[in-house]
T-cell receptor, first 111, second 115 residues
Framework: EDQVTQSPEALRLQEGESSSLNCSYT??????LFWYRQDPGKGPEFLFT???AGEEKEKERLKATLTKKESFLHITAPKPEDSATYLC????????????FGTGTLLAVQP | GAVVSQHPSRVICKSGTSVKIECRSL??????MFWYRQFPKQSLMLMAT?????????EQGVEKDKFLINHASLTLSTLTVTSAHPEDSSFYIC???????????FGPGTRLLVL
């Protein structure tokens, strides 16, 4: 069964304190791993798509990496505005194009 | 690009009434749209997948007669919660993708409160 597990559930950082969020996945034939950011009361905002092991993508202070079993979202020198829930999802290995989401990591960056 | 809108953003209704939520892709044609619900501090739960011009595919445990989905055009899908009850109160979010698409883009969500 396809499954996505994110850790930690919650993370509190000081401004400027770099860290990483983890997303472990089990899927029959990866057709994309996605990272989203979700602010309270809003829909998820697309960040990255990764397709193959070794792939990396960057956007401002965020960098996403992918291995055959997990993905990391590295946050370099975070700012308070980076506070949000970060969601990881994998595309279903079948023909439905469904996304299977993890439960997310709630990140709080304190000034 | 890839903007998805939802309307209304928030709705309060009485138990037993029906509520319609619209999801629109503003700058692209969406052959597939997805409807999710999200409870507080939980992740997104897929309710159904709708393809333009065909019947929606519902996830296990989702009542198709209660949650009516229509995807009449390439830019509009609607979710109607029929005979809403307090337990239907939730955050409903839609997403959209194109044919040959790589990414689902999400709407801002609709907060439903049933009294």
């Amino acid at each position: 069964e396809d499954q996505v597990t994110q850790s930690p559930e919650a993370l509190r950082l000081q401004e400027g304190e770099s860290s990483s969020l983890n997303c472990s996945y089990t899927v029959s034939g990866l057709r994309g791993l996605f990272w989203y950011r979700q602010d309270p009361g809003k829909g998820p905002e697309f960040l990255f798509t990764l397709y193959s092991a070794g792939e990396e993508k960057e956007k401002e202070r965020l960098k996403a990496t992918l291995t055959k079993k997990e993905s990391f979202l590295h946050i370099t020198a975070p700012k308070p505005e980076d506070s949000a829930t970060y969601l990881c999802a994998v595309r279903d290995g079948g023909a439905t194009n469904k996304l299977i989401f993890g439960t997310g990591t709630l990140l709080a960056v304190q000034p | 690009g890839a903007v998805v809108s939802q309307h209304p953003s928030r709705v309060i209704c009485k138990s037993g009434t029906s509520v319609k939520i619209e999801c629109r892709s503003l700058d692209f044609q969406a052959t597939t749209m997805f409807w999710y619900r999200q409870f507080p501090k939980q992740s997104l739960m897929l309710m159904a997948t709708s393809n333009e011009g065909s019947k929606a595919t519902y996830e296990q445990g989702v009542e198709k007669d209660k949650f009516l989905i229509n995807h009449a055009s390439l830019t509009l899908s609607t979710l109607t919660v029929t005979s809403a009850h307090p337990e239907d109160s939730s955050f409903y979010i839609c997403s959209a993708g194109t044919s040959g698409w790589e990414t689902q883009y999400f709407g801002p969500g609709t907060r439903l409160l049933v009294l």
